[in-house]
């Protein structure tokens, strides 16, 4: 029987009862794919000009394995039967297929219902993409919980979108919603492709030389792309999230003339032109986001933001578990004196994937533990002394399952053993940077106000930075420069940029054969702008986080220089200025750092540019 008929009838295959016999052997074969199908990724585009890294990768999990099923109820459901010589239980393509008495179906029927509850669920996520005036956004910020600042209420968000339907004090740039399995990648993207000449290949053959044209593509838009776990606890979800938003700001055709030596049998060569060729040099303004976090149910996280031509971009994600039974089946009560439970320990075990930002991308995942480690902390620390007798088991099932079969009182201390490890991985940071200039003169007053502003200041008082920063969106004798923010996992590198991203003709290479000769030009691409890349790490004992902190706020300005082959076409030589921040930076709780503070510009225009930092950890309670 194939697939498709498991899924459109519920075989059941009767053995003929001797007659006055009241629990008969009956064979019956139950369609269980909705635990035990696989679940395709569906990751989504990769926006600007160069190809992303493999990142997670396209994987097709299952929702249970068969295996982990078979063993459930081979366990948990009259264990003793399970040994006579007709009863039967297997998996094959989709289907359970158990031979046993009526009574044992009986049972197998409301548990394998109540799993399709406990694993039937998915996960809606709803993205929104918002332009706010700076101001309006931090007073509508400041009433979210002191342990919860990336979090949104709900009355928050409607303040916000109301704000974007105006037009006046906020913009909506992009609405997204799609749903998806726990564990599975899915995208929310508003994205169009354009297709470009990348560059010209040179080709040689005898006396012969062709140039190929390379036609490449990019993708501009909006939106996110997002692998959602649901977590054994509170309803929380954690997101792994990608975001992006890009434009095309121009799209540059250039002239080239490669032109083609021949070499004669007696070395001497003669030259000339074989025509123009073009190659074309976008340039994108691109915003991007790459972390991880974990949110409850049908809360709205600001995954970050950054800066966009004085307004602040703000990522949204409003995830919701959505249960497809709408009276879920109970837990059956087993009878057995031993019970197999699966414990999904994901949290623990998840790799944590650290990014780093363009022109350095990195989306490597980094360990935890393993779930077999895992096992051996429970073995030891939750009733030791049970584990010797052989009728007790752990094991794992993967990297994301515990397999235990024990006591039921043992399980429920295993429960609070679990509880209290997972819930502690829940925790997230948000760290936020703010360049802020000030105009000549301007410093010199504000040392008055805020003493971190002079030599060896630090640490700075939040009201005091609220003031400065109220005084900055104004854009008078101080002003904000840029702005950024991330929320992520301790450990883990994440980063929010706002940056400039295009091509550019590095040079012309020069390609010899054994009769012709050519020039080939060499595409390189740029990246400039703002960058926070950050890997924060809590101080045990301490109401302090350090955060090795990787910014950079860069300029360019390209030369063209005139190659000694005359006719071929300019080289573009960048040159990229600006200051960069890397160290380790501590910030205290309740308050900001000042990270740095440095002069540009000539005398009669000099700017002060000061950085400020914090890090504020989020509690999942």
């Given at each position: 029987?194939?697939?498709?008929?498991?899924?459109?009838?519920?075989?059941?295959?009767?053995?003929?009862?001797?007659?006055?016999?009241?629990?008969?052997?009956?064979?019956r074969?139950?369609?269980?794919?909705?635990?035990?199908?696989?679940?395709?990724?569906?990751?989504?585009?990769?926006?600007?000009?160069?190809?992303?890294?493999?990142?997670?990768?396209?994987?097709?999990?299952?929702?249970?394995?068969?295996?982990?099923?078979?063993?459930?109820?081979?366990?948990?459901?009259?264990?003793d039967?399970?040994?006579h010589?007709?009863?039967?239980?297997?998996?094959?393509e989709?289907?359970?297929?158990?031979?046993?008495?009526?009574?044992v179906?009986?049972?197998?029927?409301?548990?394998?219902?109540?799993?399709?509850?406990?694993?039937g669920?998915?996960?809606?996520?709803?993205?929104?993409?918002?332009?706010a005036?700076?101001a309006?956004?931090?007073?509508?910020?400041?009433?979210?919980?002191?342990?919860?600042?990336?979090?949104?209420?709900?009355d928050?968000?409607?303040?916000i979108?109301?704000?974007?339907?105006?037009?006046?004090?906020?913009?909506l740039?992009?609405?997204?919603?799609?749903?998806?399995h726990?564990?599975?990648?899915?995208?929310l993207q508003?994205?169009?492709?354009?297709?470009?000449?990348r560059?010209?290949?040179?080709?040689?053959s005898?006396?012969?030389?062709?140039l190929?044209?390379?036609?490449?593509?990019?993708?501009?838009?909006?939106?996110?792309?997002?692998?959602?776990h649901?977590e054994?606890?509170?309803?929380?979800?954690?997101?792994?999230?990608r975001?992006d938003?890009?434009?095309?700001?121009?799209?540059?055709?250039?002239?080239?003339?490669?032109?083609?030596e021949?070499i004669?049998?007696?070395?001497?060569?003669?030259?000339?032109?074989?025509?123009?060729a073009?190659?074309?040099?976008?340039?994108?303004?691109r915003?991007?986001?790459?972390?991880t976090?974990?949110?409850?149910?049908?809360?709205?996280?600001?995954?970050?933001?950054?800066?966009r031509?004085?307004?602040?971009?703000v990522?949204?994600?409003?995830?919701?578990?959505?249960?497809?039974?709408?009276?879920?089946?109970?837990?059956?009560?087993?009878?057995?004196?031993?019970?197999?439970?699966?414990?999904?320990?994901?949290?623990?075990?998840?790799?944590?994937?650290?990014?780093?930002?363009?022109?350095?991308?990195l989306?490597?995942?980094v360990?935890?533990?393993?779930?077999?480690?895992?096992?051996?902390?429970?073995r030891?620390?939750?009733?030791?002394e049970?584990?010797?007798?052989?009728?007790?088991?752990?094991?794992?099932?993967?990297?994301r399952?515990?397999?235990?079969?024990?006591?039921?009182?043992?399980?429920?201390?295993?429960?609070?053993?679990?509880?209290?490890?997972?819930?502690?991985?829940?925790?997230?940071?948000?760290?936020?940077?703010?360049?802020?200039?000030?105009?000549?003169?301007?410093?010199?007053?504000?040392?008055?106000?805020?003493p971190?502003?002079?030599a060896?200041?630090?640490?700075v008082?939040?009201?005091?930075?609220?003031?400065?920063?109220a005084?900055?969106?104004?854009?008078?004798?101080v002003?904000?420069?840029?702005?950024?923010e991330?929320?992520?996992?301790?450990?883990?590198r994440?980063y929010?940029a706002?940056f400039?991203?295009?091509?550019?003709?590095?040079?012309?290479?020069?390609?010899?054969?054994?009769?012709?000769?050519?020039?080939?030009?060499?595409?390189?691409?740029?990246?400039?702008?703002?960058?926070?890349?950050?890997?924060?790490?809590p101080?045990?004992?301490?109401?302090?986080?350090?955060?090795?902190?990787?910014?950079?706020?860069?300029?360019?300005?390209?030369?063209?220089?005139?190659t000694?082959?005359?006719?071929?076409?300019?080289?573009?030589?960048?040159?990229?200025e600006?200051?960069?921040?890397?160290?380790?930076?501590?910030?205290?709780?309740?308050?900001?750092?000042?990270?740095?503070?440095q002069?540009?510009?000539p005398?009669?225009?000099?700017?002060?540019?000061?950085?400020?930092?914090?890090?504020?950890?989020?509690?999942?309670?």
């Amino acid at each position: 029987m194939n697939r498709t008929a498991l899924g459109l009838f519920f075989v059941t295959l009767l053995a003929a009862p001797a007659r006055g016999q009241e629990d008969p052997f009956e064979s019956r074969l139950y369609p269980v794919e909705f635990l035990t199908k696989t679940v395709p990724d569906w990751p989504g585009v990769h926006f600007g000009l160069e190809t992303g890294p493999a990142g997670a990768g396209v994987e097709e999990p299952r929702l249970l394995p068969p295996e982990a099923l078979v063993n459930l109820i081979r366990t948990n459901i009259a264990e003793d039967t399970w040994t006579h010589a007709s009863a039967r239980l297997g998996f094959s393509e989709g289907g359970l297929a158990v031979t046993n008495r009526a009574s044992v179906h009986a049972k197998i029927e409301p548990y394998l219902a109540y799993l399709r509850s406990a694993f039937g669920k998915l996960i809606t996520l709803d993205g929104a993409i918002v332009l706010a005036d700076p101001a309006f956004l931090a007073k509508v910020r400041a009433a979210s919980p002191a342990d919860r600042p990336a979090s949104l209420a709900p009355d928050q968000v409607k303040q916000i979108l109301d704000a974007a339907r105006e037009g006046r004090q906020a913009e909506l740039v992009k609405s997204l919603r799609v749903s998806a399995h726990p564990g599975q990648r899915v995208h929310l993207q508003d994205a169009g492709r354009h297709s470009y000449l990348r560059d010209q290949d040179v080709h040689l053959s005898g006396t012969a030389a062709v140039l190929d044209p390379v036609v490449d593509s990019f993708a501009t838009g909006a939106g996110f792309d997002i692998r959602a776990h649901l977590e054994p606890f509170g309803g929380a979800v954690t997101m792994e999230v990608r975001a992006d938003a890009c434009e095309l700001e121009a799209l540059e055709s250039r002239k080239i003339r490669p032109g083609k030596e021949v070499i004669a049998p007696d070395g001497k060569t003669t030259s000339g032109l074989t025509g123009e060729a073009v190659i074309q040099l976008p340039r994108l303004a691109r915003d991007a986001l790459r972390t991880t976090l974990t949110v409850r149910s049908g809360e709205t996280a600001v995954v970050g933001s950054v800066l966009r031509k004085g307004r602040v971009l703000v990522f949204l994600v409003t995830p919701a578990v959505l249960a497809l039974d709408e009276k879920p089946a109970p837990e059956p009560v087993f009878e057995e004196q031993r019970v197999l439970r699966l414990y999904d320990v994901s949290p623990l075990t998840r790799p944590v994937r650290n990014f780093g930002a363009p022109p350095d991308p990195l989306d490597a995942p980094v360990a935890r533990m393993t779930a077999g480690q895992l096992a051996e902390m429970v073995r030891t620390q939750v009733a030791p002394e049970s584990w010797s007798n052989k009728r007790n088991t752990i094991s794992a099932e993967g990297p994301r399952l515990l397999v235990v079969r024990q006591k039921i009182e043992v399980l429920r201390d295993i429960d609070r053993y679990l509880g209290s490890l997972l819930v502690s991985r829940a925790q997230t940071i948000t760290t936020e940077a703010v360049l802020i200039g000030f105009r000549k003169g301007a410093r010199a007053e504000w040392e008055k106000e805020i003493p971190a502003l002079a030599a060896g200041g630090y640490f700075v008082e939040p009201e005091k930075y609220d003031r400065l920063f109220a005084e900055a969106t104004k854009d008078r004798r101080v002003r904000i420069i840029e702005a950024a923010e991330i929320t992520g996992f301790p450990l883990e590198r994440v980063y929010a940029a706002a940056f400039r991203e295009e091509n550019f003709i590095a040079g012309f290479e020069s390609k010899v054969g054994p009769a012709a000769a050519m020039v080939d030009p060499a595409v390189r691409t740029l990246h400039t702008g703002f960058v926070l890349d950050v890997l924060p790490r809590p101080v045990a004992g301490a109401d302090r986080i350090e955060v090795d902190l990787r910014a950079s706020r860069t300029t360019r300005e390209i030369k063209e220089v005139e190659t000694p082959s005359t006719g071929v076409g300019p080289v573009q030589i960048p040159n990229v200025e600006g200051p960069r921040w890397n160290g380790d930076v501590v910030c205290a709780k309740g308050r900001w750092t000042l990270v740095a503070i440095q002069t540009h510009g000539p005398a009669d225009d000099a700017e002060d540019v000061a950085l400020f930092l914090r890090a504020r950890p989020n509690v999942l309670k």
